[in-house]
Nanobody, 129 residues
Framework: EVQLVESGGGLVQAGGSLRLSCTVS????????IGWFRQAPGKGREGVAS????????YYADSVRGRFAISSDNAKKTVILQMNSLKPEDTAIYYC??????????????????????WGQGTQVTVSS
């Protein structure tokens, strides 16, 4: 059974930083895709960043490029989302998602939430102005 456990959300002032972690278990292969998505009240689910576990290639939304960084520690099966220079518009519930294949990344579908089969429970990020 694949499980994703997120941690690291919280309240921070604008300009501050937060670090989200997603620990993955249950994959039988080391070649999978991990993505971070977010959903603000009244809005749809938005892709933030994704990474391929085997090649480390990263993908970012334009709204976070240069401020957020996604990385993976395959030995610990943990994916980190480092969020810097946070803005009030970054306030949302952040979800970790996984798919057992990197194909969706190669097809340019990294930000399509429907392509991911497994989801964490979500963690709240609130940025005050």
């Amino acid at each position: 059974e694949v499980q994703l456990v997120e941690s690291g959300g919280g309240l921070v002032q604008a300009g501050g930083s937060l670090r989200l972690s997603c620990t993955v278990s249950g994959f039988t292969s080391d070649d999978y895709a991990i993505g971070w998505f977010r959903q603000a009240p009244g809005k749809g689910r938005e892709g933030v960043a994704s990474i391929g576990s085997s090649d480390g290639r990263t993908y970012y939304a334009d709204s976070v490029r240069g401020r957020f960084a996604i990385s993976s520690d395959n030995a610990k099966k943990t994916v980190i989302l480092q969020m810097n220079s946070l803005k009030p518009e970054d306030t949302a519930i952040y979800y970790c998602a996984a798919d057992s294949s990197r194909v969706l990344l190669l097809l340019g579908l990294w930000d399509n939430w429907e392509e991911y089969d497994y989801w964490g429970q979500g963690t709240q990020v609130t940025v005050s102005s």
